[in-house]
């Protein structure tokens, strides 16, 4: 009987890992961690092509509880000249799709490095998203981290604002 009620412990177990409950995630190869709330998710290389600097290849990183996405994606950067390259990406912020929550993209440094920080309501395929985005440029690399909800309070709830918060530049 206890080998049973151990088993089925065990198999609870796995099942509650497998829906990924809060996990440090830990990529020194991309230079980051972070603490995910839904799980370690698998870094995914992939490419878009950008109307500003042609091939952009970078890494991604999502872990999904339900209709919450918690994202990290790299991307090299130029940082010959950090400034103009932050006041480029805040540009291209200003005019990407969707409503600016707050007015404005925050150019607020974080944990030491050059960062912007916003907020933005849009519609993808009939429904309203909500993303909170931090970008922090350390490393030579260009850091998202986001988060993306259909529920707008999850913006300011605690857990979200951990997990912008446990973000570490580790090179």
């Not at 849009?122 to 690399?141: D, M, W």
């Amino acid at each position: 009987m206890l080998r049973i009620f151990l088993a089925w412990l065990f198999c609870i177990g796995l099942a509650c890992a497998q829906i990924g409950g809060p996990a440090a995630l830990n990529a020194p190869d991309d230079g980051f961690s972070i603490t995910m709330p839904a799980g370690v998710p698998v870094p995914t290389p992939t490419s878009v092509k950008s109307k500003y600097s042609g091939k952009v290849v970078f890494t991604k990183y999502q872990a999904m509880q339900g209709p919450r996405a918690y994202v990290v994606t790299l991307v090299p950067a130029d940082t010959k000249d950090p400034k103009k390259y932050m006041a480029e990406a805040e540009q291209r912020l200003e005019k990407s799709k969707g409503e600016l929550l707050g007015g404005k993209i925050q150019d607020t440094p974080f944990k030491g490095n050059p960062a912007l920080a916003g907020r933005w309501r849009n519609e993808s395929k009939g429904h309203v998203i909500f993303n909170q985005v931090l970008i922090v440029l350390a490393n030579g690399k260009f850091y998202t981290v986001e988060f993306t909800t259909e529920d707008q309070t999850d913006l300011d709830k605690s857990d979200t604002q951990a997990f912008f918060q446990s973000f570490n530049v580790t090179k």
